[in-house]
């Protein structure tokens, strides 16, 4: 046998083998109907039972890794755009907050990881799939109402 019959029936065996396992991987079909883990659901309804600190009212805005420009967030961490994170001026990181949109109603829990917003009359910058999720992602900014539940790594105390 030759050098291109045997890198031939090579290749056409590497194929076989390969489509024959495929078969074992689950489909986009399937993967898209398994059902989230139940403690996720959990978790956030544990959050949305939490007692609120206290309350702002403002302008969000969203932002994204290419208008971070792909550096890390004040925190060190890597910012997604997908997370469920937020930037505000003067909270502690860590600190997790509610925020309601007042155009959609829809409301989601973030983790304070940057500073921002440095546009003057905005209170919060979330990621720009929070933005997506809460239904302003077209417009770019939208009037919030953003609950504070928990101070940083600690609850807050008011005395």
């Known amino acids: 046998m030759n050098k291109k ?3 031939l029936l090579l290749t056409g065996a590497i194929l076989v083998s ?11 079909k399937q ?18 039972n939490q007692s ?3 309350t702002f009212h403002g302008i ?5 890794i290419k208008t971070n420009f792909g550096r890390k967030t004040a925190s060190g961490r890597r910012l997604s755009n997908g997370a469920y994170t937020a930037a505000h001026k003067s909270l502690p990181f860590g600190t997790k907050v509610r925020v309601t949109s007042l155009a959609t109603g829809k409301s989601e829990v973030l983790r304070i990881t940057d500073r921002g917003p440095y ?14 999720r809460l239904g302003f992602h077209s417009r770019g900014i939208t009037k919030v109402k953003v609950e504070v539940l928990e ?9």
């Open 52 to 54: 609120v600190l206290k």
């Open 31 to 48: 993967a898209a109907k398994t059902p989230a883990p139940a403690l996720k659901k959990e978790v956030k309804v544990a959050e949305k």
């Open 18 to 28: 390969l489509t024959s396992c495929s078969s074992f991987l689950p489909s986009k």
């Open 60 to 64: 969000a805005s969203w932002y994204s």
């Open 119 to 132: 546009v003057k009359g905005r209170i919060i910058d979330v990621t720009i799939g929070s933005a997506q």
């Open 5 to 7: 019959s045997m890198l």
């Open 151 to 159: 101070w940083g790594n600690w609850k807050y105390r008011q005395s």
